[in-house]
T-cell receptor, first 119, second 113 residues
């Protein structure tokens, strides 16, 4: 069975602090994808990043960076120099993708981490 | 492209009423999904479709029905609404089996009183 755990329910930081959101996953599949989505107070789900199980390179996009470690089944998300606009609920998600066997491609979501960035 | 659109944005239902949540996408995506989001619980899959005419149950299908007569539309039907169906409903789509990234609509907030 697949599972995603985001142990941090809520995090509160002051603007300009760095913050790391943890994501631990469980899967028996050898091919899978990991995602981060952002849900701002307005409610929509915004895609941030996708990573496949064969690519463990860390990725940086502006103030955002992601650390994927298969050895610890983790896919952590760091925001550097946080800003008030980063306040949101962040979801980590997992899907298998069976190219040959077929898959509905359902995303398994963690429960989310609510990040509050105070000025 | 408008992407994934959902209507209505908000709705209040009385217990026992029925309604249809509309979802449409203009990206010619084959795969479409309905999720519900309950507070502090992440998103759970209700139903999904791999193409027009093909639908299947997800994790929490009870109390819901879907149809997929066209590639663009994937409506979710609630029959005999119950308070347990109070939730935020998201529709999502992705292009093909080998493209995993899912794109979400803006959501419908439903309250059943």
């Amino acid at each position: 069975a697949q599972k995603v755990t985001q142990a941090q329910t809520e995090i509160s930081v002051v603007e300009k602090e760095d913050v790391t959101l943890d994501c631990v996953y469980e899967t028996r599949d050898t091919t899978y994808y990991l995602f981060w989505y952002k849900q701002p107070p307005s409610g929509e789900l915004v895609f941030l990043i996708r990573r496949n199980s064969f690519d463990e390179q860390n990725e940086i996009s502006g103030r955002y960076s992601w650390n994927f470690q298969k050895s610890t089944s983790s896919f952590n998300f760091t925001i550097t120099a946080s800003q008030v606009v980063d306040s949101a609920v962040y979801f980590c998600a997992l899907t298998k993708l069976a190219i040959y066997g077929g898959s509905q491609g359902n995303l398994i979501f963690g429960k989310g981490t609510k990040l509050s960035v105070k000025p | 492209n408008a992407g994934v659109t959902q209507t209505p944005k908000f709705r209040i239902l009385k217990i026992g009423q029925s309604m249809t949540l509309q979802c449409a996408q203009d990206m010619n995506h084959n795969y479409m999904y309905w999720y519900r989001q309950d507070p502090g619980m992440g998103l759970k899959l209700i139903y999904y479709s791999v193409g027009a005419g093909i639908t299947d149950k997800g994790e929490v299908p009870n109390g819901y029905n879907v149809s997929r007569s066209t590639t663009e539309d994937f409506p979710l039907r609630l029959e005999l609404a119950a308070p347990s169906q109070t939730s935020v409903y998201f529709c999502a789509s992705r292009p093909r089996r080998d493209t995993p990234t899912m794109f979400f609509g803006p959501g419908t907030r439903l309250t059943v009183l």
